[in-house]
Structures are given as C-alpha cells and as structure tokens.
C-alpha cells in the first residue's frame, strides 16, 4: 500500500483557507456591520440593566477605524467613520467613547464605553422643565418618560448639595 501525501497537504491547505475566511470575515463584521457590549452602570435602568449584553448595529451611523496605531505609544488617537444609513436620531440609544481633556488636549479612552440616549441633536434647543426634558417645537416625549415623570415629582429640597448631580459643579447648582 503506498502512501501519498498530496491528498493530506491538498486537505490542509483547503481547511487553512476556510479558517482565515472566516476570520476575515468575522472582523469585518465586528468593525462594520455590528459589536456587543456588556452594560458597566445603572444609567440606562429600567431599559438596560447592568450585566446586560446588547449588540449596536453600525449600519446605521457607520462602522469606525483608526487612521493609525500612534494612540499605543501615547500619540493621538485618530479615526475615521465610514458612510452609514442615517444620522442620529432623538431618543437613539447610542454607545460612545466618552471625551475627557488632559492637558488642554481632547482625547477618550477607547476600552470604556458609555450607553446612553440621545435627546437632542445639532440645532436643537435643548431644557429641562418641572425634571422633564423638553426640545424646543417639539412635541414628541424624549427618553424614558416615566421615569422623568417619577424624578420630578420628587422632593430634593431636604437633601441639599449632595444630591446636585449634574454637572457635579458648585456654581451650576443644577439637581434633580
């Protein structure tokens, strides 16, 4: 009985080829068609609760890339969005790398993610009345309504300067 390796190598190579399309294609789906996030926080409760999974379609604003790998050696971070089907909408739910300035530089660090929802975009005059969120000439409800409507009936007058939350300065005396 003779023993030929061609059908063994040809069998390798096959399956070696399988394997690297499929690699190739399960990145180009993570970077331009969809991820998955694990939810850190309870800022998005009762709708997302933290320890949930959710998967972000990036069709729709457009899958993101960096322009180049400076960032690992403390450069700038550069990236480039690609075209998607729609721009953001009000009441989206968007995941985003949150800005932060060091040194009079804009930069985020790209391993945290914030989840949140958007009640406004560019052009919008954007306030807050009796704890409800409010868009100027608009009429439809923004974010979770309810719980808006559970917060603003609520009493923070007893519970002083603690409870300011946002932006967490003393001269905007912003609360609840």
């Not at 660090?109 to 704890?131: E, H, M, Q, S």
């Not at 868009?135 to 009493?155: E, F, P, T, W």
Request: glycine letters at 6%.
């Amino acid at each position: 009985m003779k023993f030929c390796i061609k059908p063994i190598l040809k069998s390798v190579w096959y399956a070696a080829k399988l394997i690297l399309i499929a690699i190739l294609l399960a990145i180009c789906l993570r970077v331009f068609v969809f991820s998955s996030f694990k939810i850190p926080s309870p800022s998005m409760e009762p709708t997302i609760l933290p320890g949930d999974f959710i998967y972000v379609n990036k069709l729709v604003l457009g899958g993101r890339v960096y322009k180049n790998f400076d960032f690992m050696h403390g450069g700038k971070v550069e990236t480039k969005r690609f075209w998607g089907i729609r721009d953001v909408k009000r009441n989206d739910v968007l995941v985003f790398n949150f800005p932060y300035t060091e040194r009079k530089k804009l930069g985020f660090d790209l391993n945290i993610f914030y989840v949140k929802r958007c009640v406004a975009i560019p052009g919008d005059t954007f306030y807050i009345k009796n704890g409800i969120y409010k868009v100027a000439n608009i009429n439809d409800s923004l974010g979770l309504y309810s719980q808006q409507m559970r917060v603003s009936k609520r009493d923070d007058t007893k519970l002083g300067k603690a409870f300011r939350c946002f932006p967490k300065k003393k001269g905007y005396n912003w609360n609840m």
